[in-house]
């Protein structure tokens, strides 16, 4: 089970999130945690946390529901409360990463675009014997996804960079499992089963693949 759940700044200005934590509480911390690093989280919740103050934001649950229809949920409801930025703190229109994008994101993927769209000194894009494209950042190339053209995993990098979360669009799912970035962790899931939070990616897909075989 996973939660939507939904921020409010004194300006009545909305987020809505989601988290397949059982303690919705964490999630929440690390929104507080996020405010205090250059990069990572989203952008416009962070400095509405920045001005505000952790304590004066207010914080509510909307719904609990199985960790398979939280994208869904979270859609509706930032359709629903109309918080894609400047109405509100999202920065995409939900369902990690989604397809629709705040102005201020718009942007600097264009800003970006016009640099390489890619600094390869932070991140690399590599083909696979499959046809797909994997991306990966930093020195010591972690992975964040495999996507189908080298196009998506461009746009991935961008809004990964800028809001902190994985683009499904386009992402191809190994072993027919699903790995979920929340925060600095990753939830494994496979078979709408949730298989547990880790440290890292890889660590995530290493529970679903040994799930696979003790089936």
């Given at each position: 089970?996973?939660?939507?759940?939904?921020?409010?700044?004194?300006?009545?200005?909305?987020?809505?999130?989601?988290?397949t934590r059982n303690c919705v509480e964490y999630r929440w911390k690390e929104h507080f945690k996020d405010s205090k690093k250059d990069r990572g989280g989203c952008p416009m919740i962070k400095r509405a946390i920045q001005k505000y103050g952790f304590d004066k934001i207010e914080k509510q649950i909307l719904l609990e529901i199985d960790n398979e229809f939280l994208n869904e949920y979270e859609q509706k409801f930032i359709k629903q409360y109309n918080t894609l930025s400047p109405n509100g703190y999202n920065c995409t229109s939900g369902g990690d990463g989604g397809k629709l994008l705040c102005e201020e994101t718009k942007d600097k993927i264009g800003k970006t675009a016009?640099?390489?769209?890619?600094?390869?000194?932070?991140?690399?894009?590599?083909?696979n014997k499959k046809g797909h494209f994997h991306l990966r950042y930093g020195r010591s190339k972690k992975t964040i996804g495999t996507y189908q053209t080298r196009e998506l995993a461009?746009?991935?990098?961008?809004?990964?960079?800028?809001?902190?979360?994985?683009?499904?669009?386009?992402?191809?799912?190994?072993?027919?499992?699903?790995?979920?970035?929340?925060?600095?962790?990753?939830?494994?899931?496979?078979?709408?089963?949730?298989?547990?939070?880790?440290?890292?990616?890889?660590?995530?897909?290493?529970?679903?693949?040994?799930?696979?075989?003790?089936?």
């Amino acid at each position: 089970m996973g939660f939507v759940y939904m921020l409010t700044s004194p300006s009545k200005k909305r987020y809505i999130g989601i988290t397949t934590r059982n303690c919705v509480e964490y999630r929440w911390k690390e929104h507080f945690k996020d405010s205090k690093k250059d990069r990572g989280g989203c952008p416009m919740i962070k400095r509405a946390i920045q001005k505000y103050g952790f304590d004066k934001i207010e914080k509510q649950i909307l719904l609990e529901i199985d960790n398979e229809f939280l994208n869904e949920y979270e859609q509706k409801f930032i359709k629903q409360y109309n918080t894609l930025s400047p109405n509100g703190y999202n920065c995409t229109s939900g369902g990690d990463g989604g397809k629709l994008l705040c102005e201020e994101t718009k942007d600097k993927i264009g800003k970006t675009a016009k640099q390489n769209c890619l600094n390869i000194a932070k991140g690399s894009i590599q083909p696979n014997k499959k046809g797909h494209f994997h991306l990966r950042y930093g020195r010591s190339k972690k992975t964040i996804g495999t996507y189908q053209t080298r196009e998506l995993a461009e746009k991935a990098f961008i809004i990964w960079k800028e809001t902190g979360t994985v683009s499904e669009e386009g992402r191809v799912k190994r072993g027919n499992g699903y790995v979920c970035k929340n925060g600095k962790r990753f939830s494994a899931e496979k078979n709408h089963k949730h298989l547990g939070t880790f440290d890292s990616r890889e660590e995530a897909q290493k529970a679903i693949d040994d799930y696979v075989k003790s089936l």
